[in-house]
């Protein structure tokens, strides 16, 4: 089980550039999550996939953020423009929908907006 | 609706001690709970997690949790303190009915003192 695996893990970029966070979810799981984790705010959902479908985007902060689900074994998060108060963690997370089982989470990656 | 509350945000323990990291939920359904835990820099990590079987919990590292319907509570327990505990503890309820959405406490960061 190669768990969630999530690119890069690390980014470090200029304001105003466009910055995409991939994500790929464990083999048969069906639901998909995206979360930001900051200091200030600590861990928020800001949106999930079901069978590649957004089910709930209310998380999302703003028009600059939007999230794709092409397949069931990808998923991108992207920001455009990227601004400095963008800067945290951001978690992939998957499950298979109603098997009552806990979210997986990728290792996430730390974006710096500078 | 679904709610988590974590009653302390940091916790200070000796090795050695107990520990005790409190949990209150609120769930219109059947809950599942969940407790995470997050060393620095870390992803989220599964500890443990009760899916309406046994109430007592028992998981990773020597920690447990008991779900107590009544008091609507899953506390964290551990009966003495290792030097490597020290992390954020994250507890989190969902429900199987339709979308699974799960909902994260604010988190507890356990120090643990020489």
């Known amino acids: 089980d190669a768990g969630v695996i999530q690119s890069p893990r690390h980014e470090v970029t200029e304001m105003g550039q466009e910055v995409t966070l991939r994500c790929k979810p464990i083999?048969?799981?069906?639901?998909l999550f995206w979360y930001r984790q900051t200091m200030m705010r600590g861990l928020e959902l800001l949106i999930y996939f079901n069978n590649n479908v957004p089910i709930d985007d209310s998380g999302m902060p703003e028009d600059r953020f939007s999230a794709k689900m092409p397949n069931a074994s990808f998923s991108t998060l992207k920001i455009q423009p990227s601004e400095p108060r963008d800067s945290a963690v951001y978690f992939c997370?998957?499950?298979?929908?109603?098997?009552?089982?806990?979210?997986?989470f990728g290792d996430g990656t730390r974006l710096s907006i500078l | 609706a679904q709610s988590v509350t974590q009653l302390d945000s940091h916790v200070s323990v000796s090795e050695g001690t107990p520990v005790l990291l409190r949990c209150n939920y609120s769930?219109?359904?059947?809950?599942?709970l969940f407790w995470y835990v997050q060393h620095p820099n870390k992803g989220l990590q599964l500890l443990l997690k009760?899916?309406?079987?046994?109430?007592l919990v028992k998981g990773i590292n020597g920690f447990e949790a008991e779900f107590k319907k009544s008091e609507t509570s899953f506390h964290l327990t551990k009966p003495s303190a290792h030097m490597s505990d020290a992390a954020e503890y994250f507890c989190?309820?969902?429900?199987?009915?339709?979308?699974?959405?799960?909902?994260f406490g604010t988190g507890t960061k356990l120090q643990v003192i020489p």
């Open positions: 009760y899916t309406s079987a046994a109430t």
């Open positions: 989190v309820v969902s429900f199987s009915g339709g979308y699974q959405k799960v909902t």
């Open positions: 769930s219109s359904y059947s809950p599942s």
């Open positions: 997370a998957s499950i298979q929908q109603g098997s009552n089982q806990p979210q997986h």
């Open positions: 083999s048969g799981h069906n639901s």
